[in-house]
């Protein structure tokens, strides 16, 4: 069951009447078994864009196309489309087995065949151990990975995650990212998770939709979107670092990627600039330099200068990227 989202247009009025655009003609394609990753700055739309198609929240305009069928209409309980929340919204009263079966229950499945399933889907996301357990006794990770478990219970027509590792901490996360594509992978439908960590965004997703302001700004692979990005919006917010953008000559934004910038031992062969601070990364380290502007550079540990050196900093002609100064557009 593909998904379609087609010109997607929302106004919410706020408190005192402001109009606040939360989508500005979304455009979006995910395919069957495919995971799409939505990723932008907060306040950006995609709460409102998930709300949309899982039909919690009305679209101005625009239409919500599941499996080929116009579904903009349908009520939310009438779209077959799974959603885990920011806030994992959990039953108090009911122990995680419940709240993990309580859906297949309500649809009428066999007690037995349903706690079967519990356990089946509890394991995937590691959380048998928690099945007696109250939601008042669970960590914010763990009611991720119940409300996880509730939704992967079954197979929907569509998933749907709104930043579900926001609250679980980073080692459970890294495994856990690795836990949702397997068993996006085995349900073979659409998938479209959420998340303001770009990083974890291009780690998971099988395209990349980077949105701002309401609008999709570019949607393609983590690799395309690394390579080429469209706008110098996108090239700051993809990336292990923002990209560097030079002030503009001529009207082109020059721009070059912080893990491409490289000290030259002549001092003549660069541009010039002091080194105003270095930051230890690992093996690497992020160093600021003030040149005519201000770069960051991330350095192999062995290369790292001093703060307060003169340096000479150079790149690759092929590893600059050209923007529209005016438009941000890529040239
Ligand atoms: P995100 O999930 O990317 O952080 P949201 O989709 O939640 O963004 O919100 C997009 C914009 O719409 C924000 O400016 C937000 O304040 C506004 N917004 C969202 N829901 C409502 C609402 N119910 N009433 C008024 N404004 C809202
Ligand atoms: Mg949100």
């Known amino acids: 069951m593909s998904l379609r989202v087609v010109a997607a247009h929302k106004v919410f009025r706020a408190h005192g009447g402001a109009r606040v655009v939360a989508l500005d003609g979304v455009d979006l394609e995910a395919a069957d078994g495919e995971l799409l990753v939505i990723v932008g700055p907060s306040g950006s739309g995609k709460s409102t864009l998930l709300r949309a198609i899982s039909g919690l929240e009305t679209l101005d305009s625009g239409q919500v196309i599941i499996g080929g069928r116009d579904v903009t209409g349908v009520p939310a309980g009438r779209r077959d489309v799974a959603m885990v929340f920011q806030e994992a919204a959990l039953f108090p009263h009911l122990s995680v087995a419940a709240n993990i079966g309580i859906g297949e229950r309500a649809r009428g499945a066999r007690r037995r065949e349903v706690e079967a399933r519990v356990v089946e889907v509890a394991r995937s996301l590691d959380v048998e151990h928690l099945l007696r357990r109250m939601p008042g006794e669970l960590s914010g990770g763990e009611r991720q990975r119940v409300a996880l478990a509730r939704v992967m219970i079954r197979v929907p027509s569509v998933c749907l995650l709104d930043e579900p590792l926001a609250s679980v901490d980073a080692e459970l996360r890294l495994r856990m990212r690795g836990e949702i594509r397997a068993v996006q992978r085995s349900l073979g439908i659409p998938m479209v998770h959420v ?136 040239r």
């Open 195 to 330: 998340t303001h960590d770009q990083l974890e965004a291009m780690a998971m997703g099988d395209r990349v939709a980077v949105m701002d302001g309401g609008r999709v700004l570019q949607c393609d692979t983590p690799a395309a979107l690394y390579a080429r990005p469209a706008t110098t919006a996108v090239a700051r917010i993809v990336g292990p670092l923002p990209m560097n953008l030079l002030p503009a000559v001529d009207g082109v934004v020059v721009g070059v990627r912080p893990e491409r910038v490289r000290l030259c031992g002549d001092p003549g062969g660069g541009r010039p600039g002091r080194v105003v601070a270095v930051e230890p990364a690992g093996e690497e380290c992020l160093v600021r330099i003030q040149t005519d502007s201000e770069l960051l550079a991330r350095l192999p540990l062995s290369d790292v200068p001093q703060v307060g050196e003169q340096v000479s900093v150079v790149w690759r002609p092929e590893d600059e990227h050209h923007f529209d100064a005016l438009s941000g557009q890529r």
